[in-house]
């Protein structure tokens, strides 16, 4: 079920979803709006009709500030239910094998940053900025402090934890956190030409892909190895008993495109 709201806006085109982050000025998040997220995401988890997501947001100033400050001083506790997904709908979303694409359009600090590190790509825009200034405010950036030292060097993580400093798309790019800089103009389209080359690819080995990093993380990469060859991840299994398995063989020998099923 995909949930529409006046501040998510989703579309639906074949195999893909987009969700729209909307809610002037900041596109701040506050509870309500991370419960909605989460059943959207949810929904796209639960549809197998839906491959990949496009997480994106309106305006040219922001992806997102992250946490409503403004709501949080009306009431909304910082330890209050996000609901299912945890903050945003994405962070702590169980078993959702399926690619999800941010596109970054303008500021994206404290939480907005932690949501776009919840995503597989990220590209951006010319004009994106990005901080983690929960340091500040004498709170602690809790997703980020755990997923930002391993996708980039500890050093670096520690110095835009530490220092909550605003860094750019460059620098970005330069640590590998984004995979494309673009224009402004350029973004929705490039989003949706990237999310179209995933949809037409292997369903099945991407969900396979995601169990597997995510699960091998805390694991020794022999032990790893001998859940993947013994087909002890449940998408392991589910794709080596596949007839999209035999698909990709088939086409391979005939020397043509595969026809992937999703089973």
């Not at 085109?13 to 059943?39: C, W, Y």
């Not at 702590?92 to 932690?114: H, Y």
């Not at 950036?141 to 530490?162: G, T």
């Amino acid at each position: 079920m995909i949930i529409k709201t006046n501040e998510l806006k989703t579309k639906i085109k074949g195999a893909i979803l987009e969700v729209t982050l909307d809610r002037p000025k900041a596109n701040a998040i506050d509870l309500l709006t991370s419960q909605r997220m989460g059943e959207i995401f949810m929904g796209f988890r639960d549809n197998p009709k839906l491959r990949v997501a496009i997480l994106r947001a309106e305006g040219e100033k922001f992806f997102t500030a992250g946490w409503d400050l403004k709501a949080a001083a009306d009431g909304d506790a910082v330890d209050g239910d996000y609901g299912i997904g945890g903050f945003g709908g994405l962070q702590e979303l169980g078993n959702l094998n399926k690619p999800i694409i941010c596109a970054v359009n303008g500021i994206c600090c404290g939480g907005g940053l932690e949501i776009a590190l919840s995503c597989d790509l990220i590209i951006c825009s010319e004009n994106a900025t990005f901080a983690l200034p929960e340091i500040r405010s004498g709170t602690v950036a809790d997703a980020a402090s755990i997923k930002l030292p391993k996708r980039i060097p500890y050093h670096v993580a520690m110095d835009l934890l530490l220092t909550g400093r605003w860094f750019d798309a460059q620098e970005a790019m330069s640590y590998g956190l984004i995979k494309e800089i673009v224009t402004l103009d350029q973004l929705r389209e490039k989003a949706w030409n990237l999310a179209e080359i995933l949809a037409s690819g292997p369903p099945l080995v991407y969900a396979a892909i995601k169990e597997i990093v995510r699960e091998a993380e805390d694991l020794k990469f022999q032990d790893a190895l001998n859940r993947i060859t013994k087909r002890q991840f449940k998408t392991v299994d589910h794709l080596y008993s596949s007839e999209d398995q035999i698909e990709g063989a088939k086409a391979f020998a005939e020397k043509r495109d595969p026809k992937w099923k999703g089973k």
